[in-house]
């Protein structure tokens, strides 16, 4: 009998399989950036121009509107009694594990940070104030504070903003908020979705406006992040989550149906495999029919799979690497053996690399160091993993003494007169006069 993941298994030996990849990466895309959602980037505007006119109050509303929770703005705000109380009842065992996570990722961002670079025609400033958003619809997502605000408090920011929707008995998550107690941050807002990102972007009476917005969310966060971009800064435009897994014959296909899955429960996220082994790929399929079924949201993230998901079988593996770069995934793991690494260095487009048999996606959610708020949608292509050095501003320092003002005087005079600016070229001539 037919199962409904059997059409995810795409074969290069079928007519229309340039279509079928194409399709997949399409559709993620699609989700990413409102493509053809003309009705719903209206309704985007509308919330946007609501905020920028009537603050705390249209805050307020879309609050009660999307979360069902009425706040009034003075309530916006989780008080320090919160934080604290959050804190001393979260489990022991997992205050350790997060504990550790964040000296993990403090010590990898410390380690790649440039802004302990010294050299004198360059200067780097620490960002003033950042706003992270923090999802909280699907589940509570602890590790995206530890992910976002890390990294900034490495670079020296002193002033974190923490902004989630009140999804947990009308607030936010506890675990979220001990994670923000065990850094130090205590401004921390029940408030999510476009009216946060536009009041953190616009500022309110109650919200104080940021410099830079980051971290994950649903398309209509990172739709807003897109559209304040000018007024703030932002890291990149985060979600749907995806995973692309690069395998061969060697590859285990229950770890591999696995790490599918991992990201398919995200609802939506996209999970592709890409092999030149049609016998791995029957595997791996027959692992998904049988592992999906042990899932608590099973229906969910097959709808996910057959919407964003993919078998592919190549050729050959170089037709696998040519594609992968092209797909530019937010996450890509190869599990290859031997070769993992060789064909890790043949990638050129991918928001994190993850090589080997031990290297699934979660070691880079939660511990390795690097931030797992990553580049989706094929955005890999020019954006990066938000670090440390997203989190400082450089400033060109420019210093010429009087000898070395001279022997360059001419050369400037005759680029600035090159272009018709007058001006400039007196404004070396005035000077020349001192020489």
């Known amino acids: 009998m037919p199962h409904e993941l059997d059409q995810i298994l795409i074969s290069s030996s079928q007519t229309d399989f340039v279509e079928r990849c194409t399709k997949i990466r399409a559709g993620v895309f699609s989700a990413t950036h409102f493509v053809g959602k003309d009705e719903r980037e209206e309704q985007l505007d509308a919330i946007l121009n609501d905020v920028g006119q009537r603050d705390d109050k249209a805050v307020a509303e879309y609050t009660e509107k999307f979360d069902g929770v009425k706040l009034t703005p003075e309530q916006f705000r989780v008080s320090n009694e919160d934080l604290e109380k959050a804190y ?28 302990n670079f010294k050299h004198p025609g360059i200067k780097y400033t620490p960002i003033r104030r950042v706003g992270i958003c923090v999802p909280g619809a699907s589940a509570p997502l602890p590790s995206t504070v530890i992910m976002c605000a ?40 029940r408030i999510g979705g476009a009216q946060a990102v536009m009041a953190l972007a616009r500022g309110t009476k109650t919200i104080r406006n940021v410099d830079k917005i980051v971290g994950p969310g649903n398309a209509w966060v990172q739709n807003a992040k897109k559209k304040v971009l000018g007024l703030v800064g932002i890291d990149s435009i985060a979600g749907p989550s995806e ?25 939506p996220g996209s999970a592709v495999v890409f092999t030149d082994s049609q016998e791995l790929a029957n595997e791996v399929l027959a692992e998904l029919k049988k592992q999906v079924k ?21 050729d050959n593996m170089e037709d696998v690497i040519d594609y992968a770069n092209v797909f530019a995934a937010e996450h890509l793991q190869i599990q290859c ?77 005759r680029l600035a007169e090159a272009e018709g600016l007058d001006a400039h070229a007196k404004s070396i001539r005035i000077r020349q006069q001192d020489l």
Not at 243 to 267: G, Y
Request: glycine residues 6%; charged residues 20%; hydrophobic residues 40%.
């Open 150 to 189: 890390v990294p900034a408090q490495v670079a020296g920011v002193k002033e974190i903003v923490v902004v989630s929707p009140p999804r947990y008995e009308g607030s936010i998550h506890p675990v979220t908020l001990a994670v923000c107690h065990e850094l130090g941050i205590d401004e921390v807002y």
């Open 243 to 267: 995973v692309l897994i690069i395998a061969n014959e060697k590859a285990n296909p229950a770890w591999i149906a696995a790490d599918m899955l991992s990201q398919a429960e995200h609802a």
């Open 88 to 115: 001393t009842e979260i489990s022991k065992n997992l205050l350790k594990s997060i504990q550790q996570a964040i000296e993990n990722v403090r010590k990898y961002q410390t380690e790649i940070f440039i802004g």
């Open 337 to 413: 053996g031997e070769q993992s690494g060789d064909i890790a260095e043949e990638i050129k487009n991918a928001g994190a690399v993850f090589i080997g048999d031990y290297s699934p996606v979660a070691v880079g959610d939660y511990w390795a160091g690097p931030s797992h708020t990553l580049p989706s949608g094929t955005s890999a292509r020019f954006f990066s993993a938000l670090s440390a050095n997203d989190f400082i501003k450089s400033t060109s320092i420019i210093e010429y003494d009087k000898k070395r003002f001279a022997e360059s005087a001419e050369d400037i005079i």
């Open 294 to 314: 042990q899932l608590n949201r099973a229906e969910e993230t097959i709808k996910c799979l057959e919407e964003f998901g993919g078998i592919v079988v190549f």
